[in-house]
């Protein structure tokens, strides 16, 4: 049949139309131009693929028969067959983690992507950014090399389809890639009351803990009012139950200092004080 080609990988279906008038084909062989071995199918399937230097590849197959009195016979098509190089996208993004308050992410084609001409103005690029808010008004970009801001906290995957001068297409999908975490925030009660209610039940705020999101680093000191570390820690949970040294601590007023680092390396440091009532 005619010689043809397509996008890498390319199948071509091929069919012998060699005949002997004086008798019959008892053999075939088939080299397709390529490095497989030869087909010795008298109608071969054959998948031809191309390379990674983003130009056409020429392939040239001949088909040799032999007949049942040994003479053989050899048909070559020079660069019959033309092989289109397929993009084989990465996707970039810088960064992948981030907090709410810094929401946007810079996308790109990496580098280590295959048969790209990132130069050349035909190349098509069709982003969408995982966003199911945006999904319909702007979860997407046609640009080479776009920046997306994410409205919300969450995981997100990035979808990327790219087509080239060729006319071949490509994809990248990558999962989980973009994890947006909350923006630094922290409430620190003013007053708890430890142990429990005259039901047995414990109180709501029976410890004295602050309640913060996005942190790297925490550490917590309470003083008496005699300048006593009455409690120190270096997480938030379980917080301060009213105890020091075994005992329920008097009631009355008690000051606290809080380093705490975000999740980008910024010291918050508070100072302030904490009523316990029982």
């Not at 049942?68 to 019959?80: I, L, M, Q």
């Not at 409430?187 to 996005?214: A, E, M, Q, Y």
């Amino acid at each position: 049949t005619p010689g043809g080609g397509g996008c890498s990988p390319f199948t071509a279906k091929f069919r012998n139309l060699s005949y002997d008038s004086t008798g019959a084909i008892t053999k075939y062989e088939w080299n397709f131009g390529d490095t497989s071995a030869h087909s010795f199918l008298q109608n071969p399937t054959h998948t031809f693929y191309g390379d990674t230097s983003n130009q056409y590849t020429f392939d040239t197959v001949s088909l040799s028969v032999t007949s049942n009195d040994g003479c053989r016979n050899t048909t070559v098509k020079p660069d019959w067959i033309i092989i289109s190089p397929k993009p084989k996208p990465i996707i970039s993004a810088k960064p992948t983690f981030t907090t709410l308050d810094r929401p946007t992410i810079q996308f790109g084609i990496s580098p280590q992507s295959i048969n790209i001409d990132t130069t050349d103005s035909t190349t098509r690029y069709y982003w969408h950014f995982g966003d199911p808010y945006n999904k319909d008004s702007g979860g997407h970009s046609i640009l080479q090399n776009p920046k997306y801001s994410y409205p919300d906290t969450g995981w997100y995957s990035v979808y990327l389809k790219v087509t080239n001068s060729f006319g071949c297409t490509g994809v990248d999908t990558e999962l989980d890639l973009i994890d947006i975490k909350p923006a630094f925030a922290i409430f620190i009660p003013n007053v708890f009351i430890p142990g429990t209610d005259k039901s047995g039940n414990k109180h709501i705020n029976n410890t004295f803990k602050p309640v913060l999101s996005s942190y790297s680093s925490f550490e917590m000191t309470i003083f008496n009012r005699w300048g006593v570390i009455v409690y120190s820690d270096t997480s938030p949970d379980p917080g301060w139950d009213g105890t020091f040294m075994g005992h329920n601590a008097p009631l009355g007023v008690y000051i606290y200092h809080i380093s705490i680092r975000s999740l980008w390396g910024q010291l918050y440091q508070y100072n302030g004080n904490v009523s316990l009532i029982r």
